[in-house]
Structures are given as structure tokens and as C-alpha cells.
């Protein structure tokens, strides 16, 4: 399975942005990772193809994870970002379960898409 992240960029403290990820087949769920210059990767999301979600507690909120099956695509839309949202993200797949936090759980990747906020 191949995964492609698109939506990165450069934006103000404040504003919005949507990471996509498309990927190649059929993938039973599907996360978002992050990793801060510096810092580890960590999770941010995941989401099954029944529509279940996850968060990290330290998004408060703000970021929104959803999925079109027929597109096989997953979408993180991202509001009220701060400076210490800057990350690297990455989108993640697996064809069974997997958690918002255990990296492992994901054998497929992508090459991941630049956020940064100032």
C-alpha cells in the first residue's frame, strides 16, 4: 500500500489547514503522526473505515480526522494551530486495527507533509 500526504504549509498562528492522504488500496484504518523537530514521532488521530476516531487528549479538539472509503483517502482538518503544532506529518495505514498512539501498529507509510506555524 502507497501512501501520499498532500495540505502541508506554512500558516499563522491561529489559522487552518486540511492534510490529505491517498492511498493505494484498501486499508481498514488509517492515523496521522507527527514528529516536532528535535522531538519523537507521536500519534495524533486514527480512524477506521466504521467511521471510529481517536485523538491524542492534547489536541483539545482542534484537529478533526475523517476518511472517504470510496477514495480510499483520509483527511486531518486542523483549526486554531500553534506555533507548537510545527511538525512533520505523517500519514499511516493498516489493513486491521490499530491505535492513535502505537506507531507499530501501522505497517505502511508515507514520506509525510510539512506544517509549520508561525
Known amino acids: 500500500v502507497q501512501l501520499v500526504e498532500s495540505g502541508g504549509g506554512s500558516v499563522q498562528a491561529g489559522g487552518s489547514l486540511r492534510l490529505s492522504c491517498g492511498a493505494s488500496?484498501?486499508?481498514?484504518?488509517m492515523g496521522w503522526f507527527r514528529q516536532a523537530p528535535g522531538k519523537e514521532r507521536e500519534g495524533v488521530a486514527r480512524i477506521d473505515n466504521s467511521g471510529v476516531t481517536r485523538y491524542a487528549d492534547s489536541l483539545e479538539g482542534r484537529f478533526t480526522i475523517s476518511k472517504d472509503n470510496s477514495k480510499n483517502t483520509m483527511y486531518l482538518q486542523m483549526n486554531s494551530l500553534k506555533p507548537e503544532d510545527t511538525a512533520m506529518y505523517y500519514c499511516a495505514a493498516a489493513r486491521y486495527g490499530c491505535t492513535w498512539y502505537m506507531q507499530s501498529d501501522y505497517p505502511y507509510w508515507g514520506q509525510g507533509t510539512q506544517v509549520t506555524v508561525s
Open positions: 488500496a484498501y486499508t481498514h484504518c
